[in-house]
Structure formats: structure tokens, C-alpha cells
């Protein structure tokens, strides 16, 4: 990492933690959104970015954890054990099924990952007794005032983007991330030097199980209320790989970027073009992406400061 970038992590994580001092229960409802996106990206990076596998179950893993850590959450766990309790689930489940989805490829890959969500959201519905069914699932009330859950709800999350951008660069910077641009660059080719890329594979995907899963925990305890509709939706999935091409596949701050800068979007389009919205969001995404194909983070920090230096 340079200097520039240093400094600009830097500056941004000290405007992230004085955000509550300065912003509103609204803007800190945006960013504990924004934060929670930045997760899923990050996790949808790992085997969609660096791997180059077209992972379409990122909300399989948001709605497993939602639901894991929401149940015994329900029944009196408190909920930092809820929430170790559906990061664990939904690590051993991204682990077990990564043996079986990862020997496939390209389309039979991406379909297969896309039903996983909507396996899980059936069995959810139909699993009453537990779940609630498509009657949804309350969680216990904090009890505190909205601004101390509004604060309290966007630390936490921030506190797991920031746990999942660390990860994501120790990951880019080591064997694993070696191995998964070779992946992604040419599997046989991979193999046939010695990386074991289903074991790196296995790996990646399980670390993107795990951090989706721990998002998902999180925001079922911060809603108090979830349903299968909703958090096995399938925009969960499709999100996160816009974000990632918005702002850079298969980068390490380009997910981050992604996500942030689609909210922002989002929230400036629905101000002004409130029936046209999705048209018009769609327009400036495909735009965007058209004209910028590695993403906004191809824009060089480094550039930028020389420019502010020399004006």
C-alpha cells in the first residue's frame, strides 16, 4: 500500500468513526448500509473477483445467517453469541458445499449458486415451526432508544467491513490471492503447475460464506424483524456483483468503492427521479461501467494527490 493510500484510509476511517458525532439517525442508517453492501461485495470479490467464478449465492449465505443467528437470538442466546452461533453455520455450510459446487464451472457454476437461494428460502417457509414461515420472525427488543441502536447497529457493522477489507488484503497478498488469479486466469494451466486450486477454491468460498453470514446475522438483529422474501431476496446477490463491477473486480478497495458509490447513486436518482428510478439508476450504472471497465478504483489515489498537489 502507498503512502497516498495510507493516508486516505486513514482520513477515511477517522470520518467513519466520527460519523456519529456529526450525522443524523438517517445518515447513519445510510452508512450502516453502505457498510453492509461493502461486506457482501467483499465477500462476492473473493471468489467472483479474484477466482473469476460467477457466484450468484451471496444471499443464500445473508439469508442462513439472518435466520441462524435470528432463532436462537428468539430463544434467549444473547446476541453476540447469536451472532458467532450464524457465522459459524454459515461457514460449515459455504465449506460443505463448496466440496460439491466448486467442481463445477462457468454457467453450471453461477445457476447452481443461484438455486442454492432459493432452496434455502423454501425451506425456511416451510419450516413453521422454527422459522415462523412466511409469517416472518421477530427478534427481541433491545430496549434502547433509536439513536443508541442507530449508533451501537452502524459500529458493528463497520466493524466487520473494516475485519473484511484487513482479511481481503492479507488474502490479495499471499498465496491465496496467487493462487486464485491463477485460477481465474487459467484453471487447467493452474493445475498443472501444482496449485491444488480445489483446495484454494474451497477456501475462498468459505470466506465468503463466513463474512456473508455474519452480515446477515447482524442485520436481522438490527431490523428486530426478518422474512424469507426478504433476506433470501435475490438483489442481495445481484448487488454485490454490480458493486464489485462498479467499482473494480478483483481489487481490494474496488468493492468498497462499488458499494458506496451505487448508494450514493441510488439515494441522489431516487431524490430526483422518483418514478423513473430504476431506469435511471440502471442508465448511469450501465454507463459507468461502460466507459470505466476496471472500475472507479482505476483512478489512482496516487494521481489524485499529485493533481491536488500541483494546483
Known amino acids: 500500500m502507498t503512502t497516498p493510500q495510507r493516508i486516505s484510509l486513514l482520513i477515511a476511517v477517522v470520518a467513519l468513526l466520527a460519523l456519529p458525532l456529526l450525522g443524523n439517525n438517517y445518515i447513519l442508517r445510510l452508512a ?13 470479490n473473493v471468489v467472483g473477483g479474484f477466482a473469476g467464478y460467477p457466484l450468484f449465492g451471496i444471499a443464500a449465505f445473508f439469508g ?5 443467528g435470528a432463532v436462537v437470538q428468539a430463544n434467549g442466546v444473547p446476541v453476540a453469541l447469536a451472532w458467532i452461533f450464524a457465522v459459524a453455520v454459515g461457514t460449515l455450510f459455504a465449506l460443505v458445499l463448496g466440496f460439491v ?3 463445477l464451472r462457468g454457467h453450471a457454476f453461477a445457476i447452481a449458486t443461484l438455486v442454492i437461494a432459493e432452496v ?5 417457509n416451510g419450516w413453521t415451526s422454527l422459522t415462523g414461515g412466511g409469517m416472518g420472525l421477530n427478534l427481541p427488543f433491545f430496549g434502547w432508544s433509536p439513536t443508541a441502536l442507530a449508533v451501537f447497529f452502524f459500529y458493528v457493522m463497520l466493524a466487520l467491513a473494516m475485519l473484511t477489507l ?3 488484503y492479507v488474502i490479495a497478498h499471499n498465496r491465496l490471492g496467487f493462487a486464485l488469479n491463477c485460477i481465474r486466469q487459467n484453471e487447467d494451466a493452474a493445475n498443472i503447475v501444482g496449485i ?3 483446495r484454494y477454491k474451497i477456501i475462498a468460498f468459505t470466506l465468503s460464506g463466513a463474512f456473508a453470514s455474519a452480515a446477515g446475522a447482524i442485520y436481522a438483529s438490527w431490523t428486530g424483524y426478518i422474512e424469507p422474501s426478504d433476506v433470501y431476496d435475490v438483489l442481495f446477490s445481484i448487488k454485490p456483483i454490480i458493486m464489485a463491477l462498479l467499482g473494480g473486480m478483483g481489487t481490494v478497495f474496488g468493492p468498497v468503492i462499488g458499494a458506496v458509490a451505487f448508494l450514493v447513486l441510488d439515494e441522489i436518482v431516487w431524490r430526483n427521479f422518483l418514478q423513473l428510478h430504476t431506469g435511471v439508476l440502471g442508465f448511469l450504472i450501465v454507463v459507468l461501467i461502460l466507459f470505466l471497465p476496471s472500475g472507479l478504483s482505476s483512478f489512482g489515489i496516487r494521481d489524485l494527490w499529485r493533481k ?3 494546483a
Open 32 to 44: 450502516t448500509i453502505a457498510s453492509m453492501y461493502a461486506v457482501l461485495t467483499m465477500a462476492w
Open 120 to 124: 434455502l428460502r423454501e425451506l425456511t
Open 308 to 310: 491536488a498537489a500541483a
Open 196 to 198: 491444488d486450486t480445489t
Open 64 to 68: 442462513l445467517g439472518a435466520y441462524s
Open 166 to 168: 484487513a482479511t481481503t
Open 101 to 103: 459446487l466448486l467442481r
